[in-house]
C-alpha cells in the first residue's frame, strides 16, 4: 500500500511559478501529477520513473513544467513556470506499481488527496 501527500497548491498571479510537493511512503515505482478543472477530465500533466528518472510531460506543459524525485525524502516534485489561468485546478499525485509512465489516470494505483492550484489576477 501507498501513500501520497500532495502540498504546495495555493493562488498566484498569471506568470509566476508554483512547486508541489508529493510524499510517498510505501514503494513506488513511477510517479506522476495529473491535474483536473471544474466540470472537465482528469488529465495528465507529468510522471516520472524512480529507477532512472526517467520523464515525460503533456505537450501542453512541455518546456515550463519540471517533475524530479529525491529517494532520501521519497518526494516527488513538480516545478511549475509561467502559469496560466486555465491551469487553474485541483493536481493530483498518483502512483502506479510498474515502470511504465502512462498518461492514462486509470492507470494508476495509488492517488492523493489533491492541492488546489488557482491562477488569477
Known amino acids: 500500500q501507498v501513500q501520497l501527500v500532495e502540498s504546495g497548491g495555493g493562488l498566484v498571479q498569471p506568470g509566476d511559478s508554483l512547486r508541489l510537493s508529493c510524499v510517498a511512503s510505501g514503494r513506488t515505482f513511477t510517479t506522476a501529477w495529473f491535474r483536473q478543472a471544474p466540470g472537465k477530465e482528469r488529465e495528465f500533466v507529468a510522471g516520472?520513473?524512480?529507477?532512472?528518472?526517467?520523464?515525460e510531460y503533456s505537450e501542453a506543459v512541455k518546456g515550463r513544467f519540471k517533475i524530479s524525485r529525491d529517494h532520501v525524502s521519497i518526494t516527488v516534485t513538480l516545478q511549475m513556470n509561467s502559469l496560466k489561468p486555465e491551469e487553474t485546478a485541483v493536481y493530483y499525485c498518483?502512483?502506479?506499481?510498474?515502470?511504465?509512465?502512462?498518461?492514462?489516470?486509470?492507470?494508476?494505483?495509488?492517488w492523493g488527496q489533491g492541492t488546489q492550484v488557482t491562477v488569477s489576477s
Open positions: 498518483a502512483s502506479r506499481n510498474d515502470y511504465i509512465i502512462s498518461s492514462m489516470a486509470s492507470d494508476y494505483n495509488y
Open positions: 516520472i520513473r524512480w529507477r532512472d528518472g526517467t520523464t
